[in-house]
């Protein structure tokens, strides 16, 4: 054990390995070793063999599973759109960290999607839940309900933001461009 109750940490500080406690609030596992997210004091639950630390500061913004976040499209390859993430909805305290996010096409809305370019296009404004985080800086994403989607979309051959024309389908006003989107049903456009 590298740290013991009551020990002030900073961000990435290694507080234990995966072998004696469970990351719980505030740390995050990275390759079999436990680190601190945020700064603050350890706190050791024996019992529960747990590891978490508390806030030296107001809770800052950190992703948790089921939380829905804003991000905008960097890059969309066969099966992954790429999700540069920007906020967290509700929360007007920024991110710990810059994340990176993915959603798989099978995420990427309820039923077959035959192509990803079909639901998103780089540049696009979105609203996604966070389905699991993966080491400290990177997390998977899901679409797959009706709130969420794209908020805003960017035409690809202009680069205008696109006026929603149906329920999955936008058009841009600049040049008459049409395209396929997986639209919220919050679409601002």
Same mark, same amino acid.
């Given at each position: ?6 020990? %002030? ?12 406690? #469970? ?7 990275? @390759? ?8 603050? =004091? ?6 529960? !063999?747990? $590891? ?9 913004? #950190? &992703?948790? *599973? ?6 905008q499209v960097s890059d ?8 540069? &993430?920007?906020? $967290?909805? @509700? ?5 710990? =960290?810059?994340? *990176?996010?993915? $959603? ?8 077959? #999607? ?5 639901? %998103?296009?780089?540049? @696009?404004?979105i609203e996604a839940k966070?389905? !699991?985080? $993966? ?13 969420l989607g794209v908020l805003?979309?960017? /035409? =690809? ?14 058009? /841009? ?10 639209? *919220? =049903?919050?679409?601002?456009?």
């Open positions: 054990m590298k740290t013991k109750s009551g020990d %002030f940490v900073l961000p990435g500080d290694a507080l234990g390995v995966t072998e004696e406690f #469970v990351p719980s609030e505030w740390t995050y596992e990275d @390759d079999g070793n436990i680190r601190s997210l945020i700064a603050g =004091t350890v706190s050791l639950d024996n019992k529960n !063999k747990k $590891i978490s630390i508390v806030p030296k500061t107001s809770s800052p913004s #950190v &992703l948790k *599973s089921g939380v829905v976040v804003f991000g969309v390859r066969g099966q992954r759109a790429l999700i540069k &993430l920007d906020s $967290i909805k @509700d929360n007007n305290r920024g991110l710990v =960290t810059s994340f *990176s996010g993915g $959603i798989h096409i099978s995420q990427a809305q309820k039923g077959y #999607v035959a192509k990803l370019t079909d639901e %998103f296009r780089i540049g @696009d404004l966070v389905t !699991k985080i $993966i080491g400290v800086d990177n997390v998977d994403l899901t679409t797959a309900e009706d709130e805003k979309a960017m /035409c =690809t051959k202009c680069r205008h933001f696109m006026k929603q024309v149906s329920k999955n389908e936008v058009k /841009c006003p600049n040049c008459g461009n049409k395209e396929r989107r997986n639209l *919220s =049903t919050k679409y601002e456009g």
